[in-house]
């Protein structure tokens, strides 16, 4: 079945530090992979989505590339900030499966100290 | 716009109670979703409406979860005989196909109801 695996938190970092968090999938057929953040006291909210392999999805300041070679969707920012302290979440639908249905990682939580 | 709404926010009850979950979808979004989050964990998939009728429930625990969406607009989570174990974050989602793949469909997300069963 789908699974998707990502790094295990939490991770702190101080204000304008570079931050990778790495998200690892497996797919039965050809999935369309998102972050998904999810803010203090809020709800799950899209980040970034690719659909195909190499595109690349991008959102205020957050990229991540699709790499089907490495089945692997990391999620990067060149300069965090304390308002990017949340809980990050990778996930997948499967366009060859259930694709309505999204399968998500454990989620990592981020701290960013001023 | 409003968003995905959800009601209440939070439902203690005791085991065995009954209990009935809420969700409001964003307007004129034909497809809704139940996930369930628990403490430490990714949501995970309970149920797929498109329209009125449930297109796939196969992640519903078990026999006493049940939900509708009689008019294809509000639906409800229905847990019955609740346990101690069903104590979790129940999220409901929406979304409008655009006519491609509805995997590549972004999915709008409420902010959930927690279910504290004691």
């Known amino acids: 079945g789908d699974s998707v695996t990502q790094m295990e938190g939490p991770v702190t970092l101080s204000e304008e530090a570079f931050l990778t968090i790495n998200c690892t999938y497996t797919?039965?057929?050809?999935?369309?992979l998102f972050w998904y953040v999810q803010y203090p006291g809020e709800g799950l909210q899209l980040l970034l989505k690719a659909t195909k392999a190499d595109d690349k999805g991008s959102n205020k300041g957050f990229e991540a590339t699709y790499r089907k070679e490495t089945t692997s969707f990391h999620l990067e920012k060149g300069s965090v900030q304390v308002s990017d302290s949340a809980v990050y979440f990778c996930?997948?639908?499967?366009?060859?499966?259930?694709?309505?249905?999204?399968?998500f990682g454990k989620g990592t939580l981020l701290t960013v100290n001023p | 716009g409003a968003g995905v709404s959800q009601t209440p926010s939070n439902k203690v009850t005791e085991k065995g109670k009954y209990v009935e979950l809420r969700c409001d979808p964003i307007?004129?979004?034909?497809?809704l979703y139940w996930y369930r989050q628990s403490l430490g964990q990714g949501p995970e998939f309970l149920i797929y409406f498109q329209g009125t009728g449930a297109a796939d429930d196969s992640g519903l625990p078990n026999d006493r979860f049940f939900a509708v969406r009689p008019e294809g607009s509000v639906s409800t989570l229905k847990i019955q005989r609740t346990e101690r174990g069903d104590s979790a974050v129940y999220l409901c989602?929406?979304?409008?196909?655009?006519?491609?793949?509805?995997?590549?469909?972004?999915?709008?997300f409420g902010p959930g109801t927690r279910l504290t069963v004691l």
């Open positions: 989602a929406s979304s409008n196909p655009t006519g491609l793949a509805i995997g590549t469909d972004t999915q709008y």
């Open positions: 996930a997948l639908s499967d366009l060859w499966g259930s694709n309505y249905k999204l399968t």
């Open positions: 797919a039965t057929g050809y999935p369309s």
């Open positions: 307007s004129g979004h034909t497809a």
